[in-house]
């Protein structure tokens, strides 16, 4: 089995672990490892922006009270004022890099009128800095160029990780659970090698694709989060998860997102004609901010309407806009619809909620530490405070550079106390073979992915969940032993952590006896008085 040793792993090749890694290589030999290709992960489909204040008009303690709203409360409000604080120095960061935010167009040679802000659903102002509707592609853009000519950073893609590496691994066995690395699978060798490193950062995405229906890429399988829950870490907040709004509802395109700026730009929410109230508007009856309601109120606003009608979808219209402002607004998204012959300029979109982005996660500190020596996480892997039960709208982004970066100064600054990695046993595949069963495999990740939106999608009951569990059970017993008995392969190093992940939902979400933001339950429709996390330990 090969072994190589860095300073530092990172896991994960988007914008937290880039920026992790761009820190980090001031004085530090850093590799970072990718799934599949380098720019293959959930930032690179961003399309909205990142939020910060800018503008002379908006304040830190606005941002502070939008996100705190739209989170119902869960938030840890200091970790959300230390992640505002960060935002206008971390896009300027970003500038520097070369991302080619869209310029104010009314000019202005200060800060906060260098850039083109526009609003979203859950903010009180415009905060949002973006590059048109793409600003994920042209981060990972910048990104990757400058970690590509920093001859400190090793990039690997084709890496799918197993398992971290502990101490429970090294030759000679200890208890105290430091994390030295990480066994991933090649894709190109068909083997397993051990990467090892002083520290190591997790940097993956969510687990959208535990549902069926989801904008998440198809590799956000909740690696990151189930490798730290076999290690030992505790997880907060799992049944957080947050289904978009918009989502294209096109049976021949999967999972394209509709950014929520063309809401925050005036569109507007519709029934289809054919129905009472068609062509009417309905998210007045839902929410007095109408459209600009935060997404978890749009999501439940649309499934609602879609249940009560028996809809496949609704309309999102901004064809009352003028053509020019929309296309300018939404090039990417105005080129691909009309690739479907569908005219955003002269006709609505239709739409349905998605499952879209992991609230919950590895529980950190402010400086990026799990509750293992050695290991830190950034991103939406994590569970750091700041989303509460619900994510404001661009303030994805914004975590994974605030806290890649704050990762990268402890390690940085506590170098000295980081032992180097001991000697580590080889992966053992002496009592495994090669499956002719990978049938099994496809099969479990669609009934995973079946039942997850069935029993623990938008809305919820208790009946449900529990259903949800017992299959769960089931599949766990038939993948554990599947594992146990045949080689690895990336499908099911994907579907151990996909079920892994789904455990803990469904049990996260039995645990919270209220709704809250995005966790709303039919059983019990109230939100309760104290605020309180749903922590889970191995």
């Given at each position: 089995m090969p072994t190589t040793t860095y300073d530092v792993v990172i896991i994960g090749s988007g914008a937290a672990g880039l920026t992790a890694a761009i820190n980090l290589a001031q004085d530090r030999k850093v590799v970072v490892l990718a799934k599949g290709a380098l720019d293959g992960g959930s930032t690179n489909w961003a399309q909205g922006g990142i939020a910060a204040v800018l503008d002379a008009g908006d304040s830190f303690e606005a941002h502070i009270e939008d996100t705190m709203i739209a989170g119902a409360g869960l938030n840890d409000r200091s970790t959300v004022q230390?992640?505002?604080?960060?935002?206008?120095?971390?896009?300027?960061?970003?500038?520097?890099?070369?991302?080619?935010?869209?310029?104010?167009?009314?000019?202005?040679?200060?800060?906060?009128?260098?850039?083109?802000?526009t609003r979203e659903g859950g903010h009180s102002h415009r905060r949002i800095v973006h590059v048109d509707d793409a600003t994920g592609h042209a981060v990972q853009v910048a990104l990757l160029k400058a970690a590509r000519a920093n001859p400190n950073i090793t990039l690997l893609e084709d890496?799918?990780?197993?398992?971290?590496?502990?101490?429970?691994?090294?030759?000679?066995?200890?208890?105290?659970g430091h994390v030295w690395?990480?066994?991933?699978?090649?894709?190109?060798?068909?083997?397993?090698?051990?990467?090892?490193?002083?520290?190591?950062?997790?940097?993956?995405?969510g687990a959208g694709r535990t549902y069926l229906f989801s904008t998440a890429p198809r590799g956000a399988t909740g690696?990151?989060?189930?490798?730290?829950?076999?290690?030992?870490?505790?997880?907060?907040?799992?049944?957080?998860?947050?289904?978009?709004?918009?989502?294209?509802?096109?049976?021949?395109v999967k999972n394209f997102l509709i950014t929520e700026a063309v809401r925050g730009e005036g569109g507007h929410l519709k029934l289809p004609p054919g129905v009472p109230g068609g062509g009417e508007r309905f998210m007045h009856r839902f929410d007095p901010r109408g459209e600009l309601a935060p997404r978890d109120v749009v999501a439940r606003a649309i499934d609602h309407e879609i249940k009560r009608l028996g809809l496949d979808y609704v309309h999102l219209d901004i064809?009352?806009?003028?053509?020019?402002?929309?296309?300018?607004?939404?090039p990417t998204i105005y080129a691909r619809l009309l690739d479907l012959d569908i005219d955003i300029t002269k006709e609505p979109i239709p739409v349905v909620p998605a499952q879209h982005y992991t609230c919950g996660g590895v529980v950190i500190d402010l400086d990026g530490r799990t509750d293992l020596p050695g290991l830190y996480a950034a991103g939406e892997v994590s569970e750091s405070g700041l989303h509460g039960a619900n994510r404001l709208a661009?303030?994805?982004?914004?975590?994974?550079?605030?806290?890649?970066?704050?990762?990268?100064?402890?390690i940085r600054a506590h170098w000295d106390e980081l032992p180097a990695p001991p000697p580590i046993r080889p992966w053992d595949e002496s009592r495994v073979t090669n499956s002719d069963e990978e049938v099994i495999v496809q099969h479990n990740w669609k009934e995973i992915r079946r039942f997850m939106w069935d029993y623990v999608g938008i809305v919820r009951t208790t009946k449900r969940l529990e259903r949800a569990q017992h299959r769960v059970a089931l599949l766990a017993q038939e993948v554990d032993e599947y594992y146990g008995h045949f080689r690895v392969t990336p499908d099911l190093i994907e579907l151990r952590n996909l079920l892994e992940v789904a455990r803990l939902v469904v049990r996260s979400a039995l645990h919270r006896k209220e709704s809250r933001g995005l966790h709303y339950t039919l059983d019990y429709p109230d939100m309760l008085p104290a605020a309180v996390d749903t922590v889970l330990a191995p």
């Open positions: 230390f992640v505002v604080s960060e935002a206008p120095a971390a896009i300027e960061r970003l500038a520097e890099l070369g991302v080619p935010f869209n310029a104010n167009e009314e000019g202005g040679e200060e800060f906060g009128e260098r850039w083109h802000l890496r799918v990780a197993i398992d971290l590496i502990t101490s429970r691994h090294g030759e000679r066995y200890s208890g105290d690395g990480v066994y991933a699978f090649n894709k190109a060798t068909d083997h397993v090698d051990a990467i090892l490193g002083r520290a190591t950062i997790l940097c993956t995405g690696d990151g989060i189930a490798m730290a829950w076999r290690a030992g870490c505790r997880v907060s907040n799992m049944e957080m998860n947050q289904f978009h709004p918009t989502c294209l509802h096109n049976l021949e064809s009352h806009k003028p053509p020019e402002f929309v296309r300018t607004h939404f661009s303030n994805s982004l914004l975590e994974c550079f605030v806290f890649g970066e704050a990762a990268a100064r402890h």
